[in-house]
Each structure stands twice: as structure tokens, then as C-alpha cells.
């Protein structure tokens, strides 16, 4: 991995000295699932196109994000004259043969600390279809190391995704913005849990075969449970989920049986009523020696009677229930909010003093540069009108406004080196390539 | 009782208390550990201060009920900091750390400064007071691991889940902490009374089994084997287990106050 400080990286030898972080991108929000699908990218299309922005001079760094919910270019943008934004709009226009005009409004795109807050919400979960969902911090995850295997990030895109990947931890261990479920499957899950712990060598029995039933079977799954039954009224169909979920299926018959087993049941049978009365579910805890279980009725009509909930060591949630949960959780994460801005902008802050020393140590180089050309036409113009004067003595008054030179630099060099503090001012930095007149192609980190 | 090291340990389980409860109303995970070092910190000042206690009595801080008092506090705090560990489990750390800080606190407000020397028992002795007061300790951690055991299936079962609800532990955790903490209390009960009967026979020859503190511990120990027995059980095991559990340190409280002020002679803290 490149030394994220490293002073001699290409992205500080622009003309203008400014290290310009650029995003193009379009998301659920801005587009429809169609205009996504075709601009997104496979793993081997996003590692080709980051080649592409390289070799083409576009980027000099560059990571390419493509989930089912956006499609991003992120890249420090290379000595193009151009306005950034469209640049890679062009590309991204051109990389997937599709009309410009299709995109036109449909796509975002933003340089410098506004291109580093993007990616930090982005991990954080805010820009999320789900608020706060964690998968994405794993894609962002994934796509950087495929970027960085292949050599396309550099020291600028290594800093700022690894400060994303922090944000993303951060802001999942300090707030609650991912901790409620959001889903009715997800929430009967957690709620079992909230019972029994880890569901590691737990057993289920999941009445139902339909595509809630596999919502939780996925959840239960995912969280290593032990032992899975599943039962419907079409046996075929309990099979067909079972050999695909590694679980086994039960006869519908069998079902006053197989209940006394399972640490947790969940129903979601349609059109039958209440398959699982008090009296079974008596004669179950009965069997199970009084350990408790947890029951998730997701049938409408409810598949297990209400009085079952009254019964000891039994607890029972019915769909109204959970969906009550989880629209408390969904308040909850959106309170959530003003923290996980608060982190993010405290670590935009931090990669902004970062980027900022990285361009106070180059402002140097380039002030000595600029220096170094005023003196030379200043030499020019009056040692011409000097003809008196020995090559000798020339000699000594070049040497002597170089000694110059140096010295005035000497001490604004040592100061910006030793003290990392005056880097943190970045408006200063930009004032001084304005007064000096550094600053050939205009402002960075504006919105394009 | 009042000595800077006192003070010390007061602000180190006070400051504990604060960062628990934060944690508790908003995780984060620095000051998670923060308020877990904090604990340590005030454990360790918490020692001290029994430390300089022992040094001016002369002997381990068990002759009287305030010395006994906050060397039970301190066994309370170290037993939680290990179940905390042992169970990943910080949830708990508020409520333990506020009764740390207010029994410390009553125990050095109320303690006389100065103390008579006590008269010397031996180490036997001090094996005896200690163990006990651990079990002590290790009982009122059950006991406070089955209230919120008693107040989550409360809410499990009202569906009226709260703010706090998902940051507790899950009832099945909290049983197996209240669990192992009241095997460690039997385990120093048991060495405890062993080692207190031996240290009788040695001094007098014989045994005094009709002290009311020693039947009483017997009681204790009678109703902790039936709390395991009975969490086990088809009938029992769950919610009503936890309410033995809560019940069952009433009998402790009984035996620490009621008993040692009052019923007993042998083993009057007064």
C-alpha cells in the first residue's frame, strides 16, 4: 500500500498544485433501475474502466463502486483542462454506449471535500435505499481492494477510502443508525435472539413456503442456525425450500409433532386460519421440558391463537407486531442522523487537514519555481541594459538572487514541514497560490 | 474509612457509572472501554483504600460492618469486571457501578475514622470473611442480573420494547450470567464456612451450629441450590427462576444486616 503521505506523488505535481478528489455517480434516488443497469459494471468492467481514466490521463487514481443502488467513478483528477465532471460523464457515457441526453439530469457529480463527504454517507449507510443498512460498507470494502490489487488507487483515494471504511465502523459502533431491523422477517429474528442469544445451534421450524418464509430462512441462516424444518401444505414445495436452504421438510400432517422441538416457529401460512392452538402449543412447551419459545406469526389470518401468547415461557408476535417495531426503528434510525453527520464531518475535517498538508508542503516547491522565473526574466531585462558588466560579475548576481531566493523560502519551508497545524489552513494555502498567482485554472473543491 | 485513596475510588466508579450509562443510552465503542478501565481504576484505587485501612486496624478490613461493607463492594465490582469479561457484556456495568458508588459512599460517610485494633484471629480467620463476603458480593450480582432479566421479559412480553430494550443482553445470557454468578458465590460460601468451621474447632473444639448466622448461611445455601435446581426445571425455569433468584437476596440481606447486628453474638459486626 502506497505511504499516504508521500509528498512526490503525481496527484501533487499538477499545474495548479491543488489535489482535486472528483465523483461521478448516479443512484436510486437519481436514476431508475433501467438507466442503472446500464451503466453499471461488472468486476472485470470497473477494474477496465479505472485503467481506462488512467491511461487516458483523466484520473490518476481511481476506484470504481457498483452496487444495484448506484454506480460511482471516484478519482483524483489528472491535468485535464476541462471542467472534471464533465469529463467523466463523457467517459461514462461513452465507456457504456449510451446517449449523453439519457443521463442528462440523472447523474451527480462532485470534487474535493463534497466528493469526500459523499463517499463517507455512502459508507455510513445515509445515502442508502435501507437507512443505514450495512452491506454496502462490504461493496465499498470490496471494490477498493480490487482497485488497490490492481494498482489503480494511489496515496490521495487510499486515504479517503480507508477513511471511509473507518467512518463506516465508527458510525455502526457509536450509533444506532444499523442496529434496529428494518424488515418484519429481520425484526422476528432479532427478537429471537433477544431471547436465546446466539442462534448457533438453535432449531426453527418455518411453517410456509412462500417468499417470506425464505426472508427469514436467509436471516436464521446467516446467524449459523443449528437445525431448520420446514412445512407447508405442498410437500413438494416445503422439499423444493429445504434441499435449496440446506433444511429438512416435514409432512403437513406431522406438524402438531414437529413443533415441540424447535426453540423457534415461524408461521406465515395463508387461507388456514390458526394451525397452531393453545392446546398444541401447551402440549409442545409441555414436551420441550418448559424451555422457552419463540413464535413469529407472519400469517394474515393469524396462524396461532392470540391465547397461546398468555402461555408461559411462550412468546408470540404476531405481523402487526413486528411491524410496529419496525416502524419505531425506522424513527429510531432517522434520529439517528445528526450523529452519523457529526462523525462524517469530523472525519471530512480530518482528510481535509491532511490533503491540505500535503498541498502546503507543494505550495513551496511551487513558489520557488514561480520565483525562480521572475528572477530569470528580471536578470534578463536588466543585466541587457547592464553591457558594462564581466561575465564574472553576472555570475555572482544570479548566484547571489538564487542565495536570495532560498533563503526566503528556507523558513515558510522549515514551518510548514515541522508544524502540521498551519496545514489545517487550507484558505490560507489557496489565498497564497491566488497572491502569487499559482493558481492557473481556477478554484477546486467546488461543486461542477 | 474517609482517605484519599476512598475519594479516589468514589470518583473512579462515579466516572465509570457516567460512561456505562452513556453507553447504555448511545453505544460507542471507546467509551465502552473506557468506562470498563475506569471500573479497573477504581477496583485498584478501591484496594488501596482497603490497603491503608488494613494497615491502620491491623488486620484485613472485616471486623466491622463497614470494613466488611466495602470489602464487599469491592469483591462486587471485581466479579463483575471478570463476568464482563468472561460474557462480553457491558450493558450491566451501569447499574453495578451505581451501586458501587452509592454503597461506597454511604460506607465512608457513616464509618468512624478511627478504629480499635482488632483482636488478632489469624489468617484462617481472614480466608473465612473474605470467602464469605465474596459469596455475598457474587449473590448481589445475580441478584441485580435477574431484575433486568425480569424487566426484559416484562417488555418482551408487554411488545412495548423501549429504547433501551436491544441493548441489553438476551435473556438466555443473562440467565447464564446470574447462573454463573451465584456458582461463584456457592463455590466461596461453601470454602468459606468450611475454613470458619475449621478456624472454631481449632480455637474452641467445637462447632456453634445453632448461631443464628451460621443457620441462616445454611438457608442461603439451602435456597441458591434450589434456585439452580429449580432454573432448570420445566415449571420454574425462565422469568420465575429470576424471581427466586431476586428473592433469594432478601435471605443475604437478611443474614448481612438483621442477623449480624442483631441475632447473632459470634458474628456481631459492632
Known amino acids: 500500500m502506497a505511504s499516504a503521505s508521500n509528498p512526490t506523488s503525481n496527484a501533487l505535481r499538477r499545474r495548479d498544485g491543488g489535489i482535486r478528489i472528483a465523483l461521478i455517480g448516479c443512484n436510486h434516488r437519481t436514476a431508475p433501475l433501467e438507466l442503472r443497469e446500464r451503466v453499471a459494471f461488472t468486476t472485470e468492467q470497473s477494474l477496465e474502466a479505472a485503467t481506462q481514466l488512467r491511461q487516458r490521463g483523466i484520473l490518476e487514481e481511481a476506484v470504481v463502486v457498483s452496487t444495484c443502488h448506484r454506480s460511482e467513478l471516484y478519482g483524483v483528477a489528472g491535468d485535464t483542462s476541462a471542467p472534471i465532471g464533465d469529463v467523466l460523464e463523457e467517459f461514462l457515457t461513452s465507456y457504456h454506449s449510451i446517449p449523453r441526453s439519457d443521463l442528462e439530469g440523472r447523474t451527480y457529480h462532485w470534487v474535493g471535500a463534497d466528493a469526500i463527504r459523499h463517499l463517507f454517507r455512502v459508507a455510513s449507510g445515509l445515502d442508502s435505499m435501507l437507512l443505514g443498512e450495512a452491506e454496502i460498507l462490504g461493496q465499498i470494502r470490496t471494490a477498493y481492494r480490487r482497485a488497490l490489487d490492481h494498482g489503480a488507487t494511489g496515496p490521495i483515494l487510499n486515504r479517503a477510502f480507508q477513511g471511509a471504511l473507518e467512518v463506516g465502523k465508527r458510525v455502526r459502533a457509536e450509533t444506532e443508525i444499523g442496529a434496529r431491523p428494518m424488515s418484519v422477517s429481520l425484526a422476528g429474528v432479532k427478537l429471537a435472539e433477544q431471547v436465546f442469544g446466539s442462534l448457533k445451534g438453535r432449531s426453527a421450524l418455518i411453517l410456509g413456503a412462500g417468499e417470506v418464509a425464505e426472508q427469514v430462512i436467509e436471516h436464521l441462516r446467516d446467524r449459523g442456525i443449528g437445525s431448520l424444518r420446514v412445512v407447508n401444505r405442498s410437500f413438494d414445495r416445503a422439499q423444493r425450500l429445504a434441499a435449496r436452504m440446506g433444511g429438512e421438510a416435514v409432512a403437513w400432517e406431522s406438524v402438531d409433532g414437529a413443533i415441540s422441538a424447535p426453540d423457534i416457529i415461524v408461521t406465515s401460512v395463508g387461507d388456514v386460519g390458526a394451525v397452531l392452538t393453545r392446546e398444541k402449543m401447551v402440549r409442545a412447551l409441555g414436551a420441550r421440558d418448559g424451555r422457552p419459545v419463540f413464535v413469529v406469526d407472519l400469517g394474515v389470518p393469524r396462524n396461532v391463537e392470540a391465547d397461546a401468547g398468555s402461555l408461559y415461557n411462550l412468546y408470540l408476535y404476531n405481523v402487526d407486531d413486528l411491524g410496529e417495531i419496525v416502524e419505531q426503528n425506522r424513527r429510531a434510525r432517522e434520529a439517528e442522523i445528526p450523529r452519523v453527520e457529526a462523525i462524517i464531518s469530523e472525519h471530512v475535517a480530518k482528510f481535509e487537514a491532511w490533503r491540505a498538508a500535503l498541498e502546503a508542503v507543494s505550495i513551496v516547491e511551487d513558489l520557488r519555481g514561480h520565483f525562480r522565473r521572475e528572477r530569470e526574466a528580471l536578470l534578463r531585462e536588466r543585466l541587457d541594459a547592464a553591457p558594462g558588466l564581466s561575465s564574472e560579475e553576472r555570475q555572482r548576481i544570479a548566484s547571489i538572487t538564487e542565495e536570495l531566493i532560498e533563503r526566503v523560502l528556507a523558513e515558510p519551508a522549515a514551518r510548514l514541514r515541522s508544524s502540521r497545524g498551519i496545514a489545517g489552513h487550507l484558505s490560507s494555502v489557496h489565498a497564497l497560490r491566488r497572491v502569487f498567482g499559482l493558481d492557473k485554472k481556477g478554484e477546486s473543491g467546488e461543486e461542477s | ?270
Open chain 2, 1 to 270: 474509612m474517609r482517605n484519599h485513596t476512598t475519594y479516589l475510588a468514589l470518583g473512579l466508579y462515579a466516572a465509570s457509572f457516567c460512561c456505562y450509562a452513556r453507553t447504555l443510552y448511545a453505544p460507542h465503542l471507546w467509551l465502552g472501554r473506557l468506562a470498563s478501565l475506569l471500573l479497573l481504576g477504581g477496583i485498584t484505587a478501591h484496594y488501596y483504600a482497603l490497603l491503608e485501612r488494613s494497615y491502620g486496624t491491623h488486620t484485613i478490613p472485616y471486623d466491622d460492618l463497614f470494613g466488611s461493607m466495602s470489602l464487599f463492594a469491592w469483591l462486587l465490582g471485581a466479579t463483575y469486571l471478570v463476568l464482563e469479561a468472561v460474557h462480553r457484556q457491558r450493558s450491566v456495568g451501569a447499574f453495578v457501578t451505581l451501586l458501587l458508588f452509592a454503597w461506597v459512599a454511604l460506607v465512608s460517610a457513616l464509618a468512624p475514622a478511627q478504629m480499635p485494633p482488632p483482636p488478632a484471629r489469624g489468617p484462617l480467620f481472614a480466608f473465612h470473611v473474605t470467602l464469605n463476603t465474596w459469596a455475598y458480593a457474587a449473590f448481589a450480582l445475580s441478584f441485580i442480573l435477574s431484575i433486568i432479566y425480569l424487566l426484559q421479559h416484562h417488555v418482551l412480553r408487554s411488545h412495548r420494547l423501549g429504547r433501551a430494550f436491544w441493548r441489553f443482553p438476551a435473556l438466555d445470557v443473562l440467565d447464564r450470567m446470574s447462573r454463573s454468578s451465584v456458582y461463584v458465590g456457592l463455590g466461596a460460601l461453601a470454602f468459606g464456612v468450611i475454613s470458619g468451621l475449621i478456624w472454631e474447632h481449632r480455637l474452641t473444639g467445637a462447632y456453634s451450629w445453632g448461631d443464628p448466622k451460621v443457620i441462616v448461611t445454611f438457608g442461603i445455601v439451602g435456597v441458591y441450590v434450589a434456585y439452580l435446581w429449580l432454573s432448570r426445571n420445566a415449571i420454574w425455569r425462565g422469568a420465575r427462576a429470576a424471581r427466586i433468584c431476586v428473592l433469594n437476596f432478601v435471605v443475604v440481606l437478611f443474614s448481612y444486616t438483621i442477623v449480624n447486628l442483631y441475632l447473632t453474638t459470634f458474628h456481631r459486626f459492632f
